[in-house]
């Protein structure tokens, strides 16, 4: 039986990133997980990400991006090349972009990789990344991970389009802190795409139970107030550990869930 050729790394890059037009990168995210490993190298990759976040200045992020950007330009200039005659009737491909066809017909092949089928799945979701610094190197975390008064956590975010949001935490006391926005009385103009780690880390109290991150998002600008009141609502109720906030359906909500250890 043979196999469909893996995602190259390079796709799984931009997939990562969520460097592709919205279409393009749904088709090419639903041939990813359909591979045998592609879940699992999707989340290694987004894990390096978040952890690259953490340990390095945001210059040095920025620089290492600008020269990864030119690597990838360069890579697709010389394959739009290498296979020009292949794209007759289509635009050459810039800035190392893969030229996806999404339609009622399957896309033209680049080099020996295989058509992408057109997929209709579900948009990307907005989520969080959380990992737990470390003196080695920073700890990427797991939904429900077991954590510690005195850890360290980093949080980032993946927008996957939406255009504002909030991050905030709920703990085990019925304490409510907000993260994102640092000030004002508005929501945060979220980064277009890829992971977006927050100025700062926090350091766990020793509030019993839980911390529980909530990530709420919205395509227009909102009150920071609505979503404080529906999260301290949610913070005396028994279930906070496990209930979504109380908020309207024009909000996309995410969490994240930290078992506190107990002493």
């Known amino acids: 039986m043979s196999f469909p050729p893996r995602t190259p790394h390079w796709l ?91 339609g009622p017909r399957v896309s033209a092949p680049v080099g020996d990789e295989a058509p992408l089928e057109e997929t209709r799945v579900k948009g990307l979701e907005p989520r969080l990344v959380v990992h737990r610094q470390r003196a080695e190197a ?38 409510v802190t907000l993260h994102a926005p640092e000030s004002g009385d508005t929501s945060v103009r979220l980064g ?16 019993p139970g839980f911390e529980r991150f909530f990530f709420v998002t919205a395509e227009a600008p909102f009150t920071v107030d609505e979503v404080l009141t529906a999260a301290r609502s949610l913070a005396a109720h028994p279930e906070a550990r496990t209930s979504p906030l109380p908020l309207p359906s024009r909000y996309t909500q995410a969490s994240f869930l930290l078992e506190k250890s107990s002493p």
């Open 12 to 102: 799984l890059e931009r997939i990562a990133l969520g460097e592709l037009p919205s279409e393009e990168l749904a088709v090419a995210r639903a041939r990813l997980l359909a591979e045998p490993d592609g879940a699992a190298r999707l989340a290694a990759l987004e894990a390096d990400t978040a952890a690259t976040l953490a340990r390095l200045p945001p210059g040095e992020v920025a620089r290492q991006v600008a020269s990864r950007a030119r690597v990838h330009r360069v890579e697709g200039e010389a394959r739009a090349r290498r296979f020009r005659p292949v794209f007759a009737l289509v635009p050459a491909l810039t800035a190392a972009a893969l030229v996806l066809l999404v």
């Open 192 to 207: 277009a795409s890829g992971t977006h780690a927050l100025p700062g880390a926090y350091a766990l109290d020793d509030a």
């Open 138 to 175: 920073p700890e990427v975390l797991v939904d429900g991970a077991r954590v510690a008064e005195g850890d360290v956590v980093q949080v980032a975010y993946v927008a996957a389009g939406r255009a504002q949001g909030l991050i905030l935490s709920v703990d085990g006391r019925g304490t």
